[in-house]
T-cell receptor, first 115, second 113 residues
């Protein structure tokens, strides 16, 4: 069974600053995928960024980047130049490369961007 | 951009009633999922569905729950006799292949009174 741990229930950052959200996971799988999802107050689940475990290069999407450390089973999200619209709950998720492929989510981190 | 569509966005039902939550996955996707998120808690896996059968289900997905893909486009979650603790946000998700991300619908907020 996989577990995903987000150790920061709440974080805050000043607008235009950089913030890093942490995520660790535990699995015996060798082939899997990691994702960060954003959940604004509307509670919709929005994909922010994805990382394939077999890729050593860290994924980036505009202001969002990850620090993927496979040996340490760590997958942190860095948000640069934070914007007020980044205020949301952020979930880290793990998906094994299997047919069932269910997602396992962390508890989430509530990020508040302050003006 | 293709998206997963869920209806209704909010449903209120009386305890003991049956409820059907509907989802239209992205048209060429093959893997379908239901997740539940009780207010203030993490997203929990309920069930995965592939090739017209359940691939995996969680402990939450007991005999009160069932899923169906009746017509090749819709993917439904039925709760036979709702309980107060079934109140939650229910998310449908779909993906094309195991090595791709899941796309989530906007969710259905179920309130059992």
């Amino acid at each position: 069974a996989q577990t995903v741990t987000q150790s920061q229930p709440e974080m805050s950052v000043q607008e235009a600053e950089t913030v890093t959200l942490s995520c660790t996971y535990d699995t015996s799988e060798n082939n899997y995928y990691l994702f960060w999802y954003k959940q604004p107050p509307s509670r919709q689940m929005i994909l922010v960024i994805r990382q394939e475990a077999y890729k050593q290069q860290n994924a980036t999407e505009n202001r969002f980047s990850v620090n993927f450390q496979k040996a340490a089973k760590s997958f942190s999200l860095k948000i640069s130049d934070s914007q007020l619209g980044d205020t949301a709950m952020y979930f880290c998720a793990f998906i094994p490369n299997t047919n069932a492929g269910k997602s396992t989510f962390g508890d989430g981190t509530t990020l508040t961007v302050k003006p | 951009e293709p998206e997963v569509t869920q209806t209704p966005s909010h449903q209120v039902t009386q305890m003991g009633q049956e409820v059907i939550l509907r989802c239209v996955p992205i048209s060429n996707h093959l893997y379908f999922y239901w997740y539940r998120q009780i207010l203030g808690q993490k997203v929990e896996f309920l069930v995965s569905f592939y090739n017209n059968e359940i691939s995996e289900k969680s402990e939450i997905f007991d005999d009160q729950f069932s899923v169906e893909r009746p017509d090749g486009s819709n993917f439904t979650l039925k709760i036979r006799s709702t309980k107060l603790e079934d109140s939650a946000m229910y998310f449908c998700a779909s993906r094309w292949a195991p090595n791709t991300e899941a796309f989530f619908g906007q969710g259905t907020r179920l309130t059992v009174v």
